[in-house]
């Protein structure tokens, strides 16, 4: 059968158009599987949770406000787990970054409390795909609340975070200085958790020091590996340890940074917050860890 050149042509257009889609096929689904900063609202949204018991609460909140200034939102009782619970809760805005206070008046279900910080998030929907493309478990499914909708994740590690997203978009004032968020993980399973949180949150390793001062966890004559990351949710420094660390080292979950640190910790001793460590100088920073009423136990900053 004798095929006319236009149709010959036509025929072979028709062959390069479909092996091309054929071809971008893969990519293209590996595109839309890819995780992006898209799912981040800002640093100045993303929680540090601070569970307190409630005979503590009004104290811990004036501490805070009285060593970092800021404003608290009012306080209210309400229920922000799936299941039957209650709670005072309060939110401490600050100039270094902004807290969650929850004062469970029942019994707290799990695995709430374990998390250590809460991240806004543009889409529920996508933030869950985001975590499960990363590697993350979801340890809570999604379930409405009040204002929207929250769930819990749990990255490689055992670190869990909240995701919250709000039906009506908030909107705070930038920060000041930006908090890190203070991840305590083993050797063996480092490489893990830095795969599923640069996957799902789009960052990029600021600094990743195998040899970093021991005087950083407590162990002055050590050296140990601090990986410090930084993406649209904020700071993340992930101290790698063998988990022989001395009190209070591990226990803390925030750092925050201010830009006098013997001035901060004036106000703080005179709003009842104990020093656990002494200031100390340390890869260009000056660093203390403090409790606060109610054992909130957090590292403070400054850099030189």
Do not use: C
Not at 15 to 42: F, H, K, M, N, Y
């Amino acid at each position: 059968m004798r095929i006319s050149s236009r149709l010959a042509t036509a025929l072979l257009m028709l062959l390069i158009l479909g092996s091309t889609a054929l071809l971008d096929l893969p990519r293209a689904e590996a595109q839309s599987d890819r995780p992006s900063s898209a799912i981040a609202v800002g640093a100045q949204y993303d929680s540090t949770h601070v569970y307190v018991s409630p005979g503590d609460f009004d104290r811990f909140v004036a501490s805070i406000l009285a060593t970092f200034g800021g404003t608290a939102s009012k306080k209210i009782t309400a229920t922000v787990t799936p299941t039957p619970s209650s709670t005072i809760s309060q939110i401490i805005f600050t100039p270094f970054g902004f807290l969650s206070v929850l004062g469970f008046t029942t019994a707290i279900p799990y695995p709430f409390a374990a998390e250590r910080t809460g991240y806004l998030v543009t889409s529920m929907d996508a933030a869950i795909h985001a975590s499960r493309t990363a590697g993350a478990d979801i340890i809570v499914a999604p379930f409405d609340d009040a204002i929207g909708k929250d769930a819990v994740i749990q990255f490689p590690g055992g670190i869990n975070t909240q995701l919250y997203w709000h039906t009506t978009a908030p909107s705070y004032a930038a920060l000041q200085t930006m908090p890190e968020n203070r991840v305590y993980v083993s050797a063996d399973t480092v490489a893990a958790f830095m795969r599923s949180f640069l996957t799902f949150s789009d960052g990029a390793v600021v600094s990743d020091n195998p040899n970093a001062p021991g005087v950083e966890i407590g162990r002055p004559h050590d050296r140990y590996r601090r990986v410090r990351i930084q993406s649209k949710f904020g700071k993340l420094a992930i101290l790698v340890t063998d988990g022989h660390l001395p009190y209070p080292y591990g226990r803390e979950v925030t750092g925050f940074e201010v830009a006098n640190i013997q001035g901060t910790l004036s106000k703080a001793k005179a709003a009842g917050v104990v020093v656990l460590v002494p200031v100390y100088q340390s890869d260009g920073r000056s660093a203390t860890m403090v409790q606060f009423p109610g054992g909130y136990v957090a590292e403070i900053h400054a850099s030189k």
